[in-house]
């Protein structure tokens, strides 16, 4: 059993800068892929990025690549977000997820590959 805990959110400016972070406790790591999901309000959650915490790779959507980045520090078992330049549009609740499966290497960016979620830490971007 895998616990997450994300923190980081708030309310900032249009074009600031953003680091979310998560802190995973239990379960076994060598095999996870660690996700971040976002809902924008009346949305469906979307997925952010993904890093695979065996391997270190990494994959986004297509919508953040180049704003976002995902990393890891194993020793804390926490995985981040940076965010730069902020947008209105990601405005939303970001969620940190665990796939327990992923293997070495796999970068899954559906959500129902995904089998922890933590509570979600809110983002408002004011323009």
């Known amino acids: 059993q895998v616990q997450l805990v994300e923190s980081g959110g708030g309310l900032v400016q249009a074009g600031d800068s953003l680091r979310l972070s998560c802190t995973a406790s239990?379960?076994?790591?060598?095999?996870?892929?660690m996700g971040w999901f976002r809902q924008a309000p009346g949305k469906e959650r979307e997925f952010v990025a993904t890093?695979?915490?065996?391997?270190?790779?990494?994959r986004y959507a297509d919508s953040v690549k180049g704003r976002f980045t995902i990393s890891r520090d194993s020793g804390k078992k926490q995985v981040y977000l940076q965010i730069i330049s902020l947008k209105s549009e990601d405005t939303g609740v970001y969620y940190c997820?665990?796939?327990?499966?992923?293997?070495?290497?796999?970068?899954?960016?559906?959500?129902?590959?995904?089998?922890?979620w933590g509570q979600g830490t809110q983002v408002t971007v004011s323009s």
């Open positions: 890093i695979n915490w065996s391997a270190g790779r990494t």
């Open positions: 239990g379960g076994t790591f060598s095999r996870l892929a």
């Open positions: 997820a665990a796939d327990r499966s992923a293997g070495w290497g796999g970068l899954p960016d559906d959500s129902s590959s995904y089998d922890y």
